[in-house]
Structures are given as C-alpha cells and as structure tokens.
C-alpha cells in the first residue's frame, strides 16, 4: 500500500527534533537575568511545547506521542555524537580539548536528569491537551494550550533541577529556578499565542485534520499505534 507523508508534520517534527537538540545542548549553562537564575535552554526549548500542542490539536494523541519519542531519540543520538567525539583523542596540534569537553559535554547525571524530565513533562502536555479538547468539544484552544504548558513545563522543571543540579546548588536557588523557568516558560507560550493559534488554523487547512482522541490509548510505549 502507497503511503504519503504530510508535510506539515514533518516539517513540524524536524523542527521540533532540532529545538530539543539544541536546548539539550544550551541547558548546561547558567545565566542570570536580573535577579532570576536560569538555563540557557529557555531560549529554544519552549518551542517544543508549542509544536507538542499544535501536533496534539491537529493530529491528536498518537502523532504526538510518535513526535515525542523521535525527538527523544533524535536527542540520545546527538549526545552520543557529541560524547564520542569528545571521547576521540585530540591532534596534538590542537590545544582546545578541554573546552571542547567543558562546552559540549554532559554529564550522564545530566544526561539523564533532561531525558527523564522530557519524556514526563511532554507526555504531561499532550495528554492534557487531549483530554481537555474532548471535554471543550474543541473550543477554548488558547486556554488548552497554556494549561497544557504550565503543567508540562512545571513537571519537566521539578524533575530536571533536582536530579541535575541537587547537591551541587543550594536547595533555595533550585527550588528559585525551577519556579522561574516554569513561569517564564509559560509566559513564552502565551506571548507566543497569536502565532501559535495561526499556525493551528492553517495547519489544519492544509492537512485537513482535526483529530479528537475518543478511544485512544495514552500508554506512552504504543509507538506503532498511529
């Protein structure tokens, strides 16, 4: 059987892949703006949310999950890439080494606290934006929308700052950063909502899907249920 793939998804998945990549890659470093403390990461990651929620309004629950655990893979790729490459001995005509390995790698406490926090907050996002477009019968989008964010962001920020930086930072400026980057994260979503809601409607023209998940399954491991 002839199967196409939609454009707008994939290029929704790209994108997605790639932020996620990047966030990764910029969340080790700390930044302090004003009297806040957070990550790097903040300035791409939240993209991913936005496209979770545009892929579980269009598409619903199964695509999203499919999205979800590319990018998770795309992810786990890129690290391995980047700690090989770190691992191969360097040219002794090249003394950059040791910031090439303090720039790019991670820890695997690190490693694992993001990857964890991910799969939770993410598939906290579009499980929410699913069963709250079914009880809204499809209205009320910008609201689902920045529920989904808060609740996704909140549990993706109380796993990662604990399990990444406990016992290294004090409690008092963990527990600051994972209230601040949970706000601030959410705020980017509601800043971004004119483009967001543009998006949805246009995505939908295109595709002409609008999908409600009335008997779907939420297990996150049914990967070929699509």
Not at 113 to 132: C, E, P, T
Not at 181 to 197: C, D, G, H, I
């Amino acid at each position: 059987m002839k199967q196409s793939v939609n454009l707008a998804f994939a290029l929704l998945g790209i994108l997605f892949c790639v932020c996620l990549t990047l966030a990764n890659i910029l969340e080790v470093k700390i930044v302090s703006v004003g009297a806040l403390t957070i990550t790097a990461g903040l300035i791409v990651f939240p993209i991913s949310y936005i496209i979770n929620d545009c892929v579980a309004e269009v598409w619903g629950y199964r695509k999203a999950r499919l999205l979800i655990w590319a990018g998770f893979v795309a992810n786990f790729i890129a690290v391995a890439f980047i700690q090989l490459a770190i691992w191969l001995p360097a040219a002794s005509s090249w003394p950059h080494q040791e910031a090439f390995a303090a720039l790019f790698g991670l820890t695997p406490r690190i490693a694992l606290a993001s990857f964890l926090a991910f799969l939770v907050g993410s598939f906290i996002n579009a499980y929410v934006m699913s069963r709250m477009k079914l009880a809204s019968r499809g209205r009320h989008f910008s609201l689902r929308a920045v529920v989904s964010t808060l609740l996704g962001e909140g549990a993706d920020s109380l796993l990662f700052f604990p399990l990444a930086f406990g016992g290294i930072l004090p409690a008092e400026t963990i527990g600051v950063m994972i209230l601040s980057q949970t706000l601030l994260k959410s705020a980017y979503e509601v800043v971004a909502l004119p483009v967001t809601v543009r998006v949805v409607r246009l995505v939908k023209r295109y595709s002409g899907a609008d999908v409600y998940d009335d008997k779907v399954s939420y297990n996150i491991f049914k990967i070929k249920n699509l």
